[in-house]
């Protein structure tokens, strides 16, 4: 990684005092935030700037990059999933979701994960290091400069950090990134219409309910104990589940904002009648919502969804119990753009 300061990374209102303190006129910072709106990839674009502005700021700064290597386009639901080199040559990949109410984002966050979850791919390739903020707005960026070569109307209008890595890992260039990705000069997407998913990591989670954002915060839990919990996800042996839904009952208390509990159903290992009952002693009585995620499968593990009987039998126990519950609509399985199928090595994708 380069020790230049990267531009993409800072937000429109530090870029005045950062060029005055490097000699260069602080009107100057409209002219680069104006540049980045629209994507550029280099100083060389800011024609506006003089060549002698250009070759200054290149000396100092960088604007960080990463180019589309490849992308798949669902069959089935028109899902995109984008694969995305760095210029360190690793790799990372995001999905762009089509809804009713508009475009999703899903993004990464690392480039690998170190948690070690037994049914997502994410983490089978180990973890190599942290995303910057730029790197993550950056695959927004990519994406709309795809999207717009169809539709010049193109909006981004919510953004789920559930992608390649632990977001709460990578605490400080994820908050830095929200305040990119909420702010008025760059995509302005309301912290209301962001989700952050953890898998549990409570000192970062403490952290996070003083910031005040009012984002969506999804856990995932996955289990209904924390024996189970602790097989599928070994997280749970650094942060158990007992002292995390403490915590994530003092984020509720704290924040007034209702948290989403992700449960990955999986046939034969979470999904029967008892499993459901556990999640009504530790989730009713408080407020939450339970999101039914059908596992997707992944070439690593024999783990399948459950058949619709089972599922429905399960989702039946559980609304009988009083819980908020809803069964997420899976897309993008036919490109393995779901929920823990995504990778960070280089994959021969075809294109649609």
Known sequence: MSEKIDLRSMLPEELPALLKEHGIEAYRA?????W??????????????????REKLSDLFEISNM???DRLVSKIDGTRKYLFTLPDGEYVESVLLSYKHGYSVCLSTQVGCKMGCRFCASTKAGF???????????QMVEITRDMRKEDESFRIGHVVLMGIGEPLDNYDNVLRFLKLCNHP???????????????????????????????TLSIS?????????????PVNRTYPMEELLRTCKEYTKHTGRRISFEYAVIAGVNDTPARA?????LLGGW??????????????????????????????????????VTVRRTLGTDIEAACGQLRREKQILTKE
């Open 277 to 281: 009952k556990e999640l009504i002693g």
């Open 221 to 233: 839990l996955h289990a209904s104990n924390a024996e189970l919990r602790s097989e599928l996800m």
């Open 30 to 34: 409209k002219q680069i935030v104006s």
């Open 67 to 69: 180019k589309e290597a």
């Open 36 to 53: 980045l709106e629209k994507g550029a990839r280099s100083f060389e674009e800011m024609t506006n700037l003089s060549k002698a502005h």
């Open 128 to 138: 190599c290091r942290n995303l910057s903020a730029g790197e993550i707005l950056l």
């Open 287 to 324: 407020m939450n919502h339970l999101n039914l995620i059908p596992v997707n499968p992944t070439k690593e593990t024999s783990f399948r969804p459950s058949d619709k009987k089972s599922m429905e039998a399960f989702v039946k126990t559980l609304e009988k119990g009083s819980l908020s």
């Open 185 to 215: 000069n760059l995509f302005g997407i309301g912290y209301r219409n962001i989700s952050l998913s953890t898998c549990g990591l409570i000192p970062q989670i403490r952290r996070l309910m003083q910031e005040d954002i009012p984002l």
